[in-house]
């Protein structure tokens, strides 16, 4: 596969230290926003509709970043689809979070069965894929289930949301907004950026060389 011509083929201890510290603090400041929007009730006075806006933001933000950045695109190449892959194992608590709150009646039943046994499953499957070898068709099929999963979760949510059903509003305070005002986006997005990588042949570790042993001497 030929290389992509805007991203550096390699990068340095002191640019990837650099890279990987702005990437925190980009990430810092996003989760502090929802936090703090969250706690003060600046999501809740929000129109419900303006959620859904900022979901989609979450996830376009940092695709968009990726895509306008070649040392961006070098650095999530080296960390590799594995680290991607086993970020999707908050999935699994945020699923249990769905249960919980769909057990009270708290939130729509249609939205958090599918929301919540999506996560499920695709957390799940990212835990037991962390015990296996990587083969690129393994995380194929991980982030096609993921991404289908978050399609039909945002989507359900999204028409909710634009029908004003008051059962919603707790995706506006925490500590349910963090999963589609955070842990959305950033999946989300990673899913795009292994869909990318697998694409164009990048992110895979290197197989270990397996020397053959000497022959014995007769």
């Not at 303006?50 to 190449?77: D, E, H, K, M, N």
């Not at 929301?115 to 690129?136: K, N, Q, W």
């Not at 869909?195 to 164009?200: A, E, K, T, V």
Request: aromatic share 10%.
């Amino acid at each position: 596969m030929a290389a992509d011509p805007a991203v550096p083929p390699s990068l340095g201890t002191r640019r990837r230290r650099a890279t990987a510290l702005a990437i925190a603090a980009f990430l810092s400041a996003w989760l502090a926003a929802v936090v703090v929007g969250a706690e003060t009730g600046a999501l809740a006075a929000l129109h419900l509709p303006l959620i859904a806006a900022l979901v989609a933001l979450g996830i376009a933000v940092p695709t968009l970043g990726y895509a306008a950045s070649g040392t961006l695109r070098t650095f999530v190449q080296e960390l590799g689809h594995r680290p991607l892959m086993l970020l999707h194992i908050w999935r699994i608590p945020a699923a249990l979070l769905f249960f919980w709150y769909g057990a009270r009646g708290a939130l729509p039943p249609t939205f958090w069965i599918l929301a919540g046994t999506g996560d499920l499953i695709a957390g799940s499957y990212a835990l037991v894929l962390a015990f296996r070898p990587e083969t690129a068709r393994r995380y194929l099929s991980f982030h096609v289930f993921g991404f289908a999963d978050f399609v039909v979760a945002v989507g359900t949510g999204l028409t909710f949301t634009l029908l004003l059903d008051p059962r919603m509003a707790p995706i506006a305070a925490l500590p349910m907004a963090l999963i589609p005002l955070f842990g959305v986006g950033l999946s989300g997005a990673t899913h795009l950026m292994a869909f990318h990588m697998l694409w164009r042949g990048v992110g895979m570790r290197p197989r270990p060389v397996r020397l053959a042993a000497p022959m014995a001497r007769g």
